[in-house]
C-alpha cells in the first residue's frame, strides 16, 4: 500500500504557475504509475496528467498540454505537476492518484484505474 500526500495549491491569478506536489510513502514509489486528477465543484473528477512508473512515457488531457507538465523524482518518492498559464476555469481540488496494475503501454486517464488516492489540494485562479 502506498500513502499519497499532495501540497502546492493555493490562490493565484489568471495567467500565474504553481507547481503541486505529491509525496508517497509505503511501497517502492517505482511500483506505480502517478497520475493527477481534478475535480470542480458539482462536476466529475477529470484526467489531467499521468506518468508511467518508469516515467518514460507520460500523457496529459488535451486542455491541458502545453500548459502542464508532469514530472516525477523516484530519490524522493515525489511526483509533481506544474500549471502554468493558469485559467479561472482550472480552478479545483487537484488529486494525486497511484496505480500498481500490469504495466502499460501509456498510463491510464481514467480515474477507476488507480488504486490510491491523496486528499487533494485546492488550486484556486482568480481573474
Known amino acids: 500500500q502506498v500513502q499519497l500526500v499532495e501540497s502546492g495549491g493555493g490562490l493565484v491569478q489568471a495567467g500565474g504557475s504553481l507547481r503541486l506536489s505529491c509525496a508517497a510513502s509505503g511501497r517502492a514509489f517505482s511500483d506505480y504509475d502517478m497520475g493527477w486528477f481534478r475535480q470542480a465543484p458539482g462536476k466529475e473528477r477529470d484526467f489531467v496528467a499521468a506518468i508511467s512508473r518508469s516515467g518514460r512515457s507520460t500523457r496529459y488531457a488535451d486542455s491541458m498540454k502545453g500548459r502542464f507538465t508532469i514530472s516525477s523524482d523516484n530519490t524522493k518518492n515525489t511526483v509533481y505537476l506544474q500549471l502554468n498559464s493558469l485559467k479561472v476555469e482550472d480552478t479545483a481540488e487537484y488529486y494525486c492518484?497511484?496505480?500498481?496494475?500490469?504495466?502499460?503501454?501509456?498510463?491510464?486517464?481514467?480515474?477507476?484505474?488507480?488504486?490510491?488516492w491523496g486528499q487533494g489540494t485546492q488550486v484556486t485562479v482568480s481573474s
Open positions: 492518484a497511484a496505480r500498481r496494475g500490469p504495466p502499460m503501454a501509456l498510463p491510464p486517464l481514467q480515474h477507476y484505474m488507480y488504486d490510491y
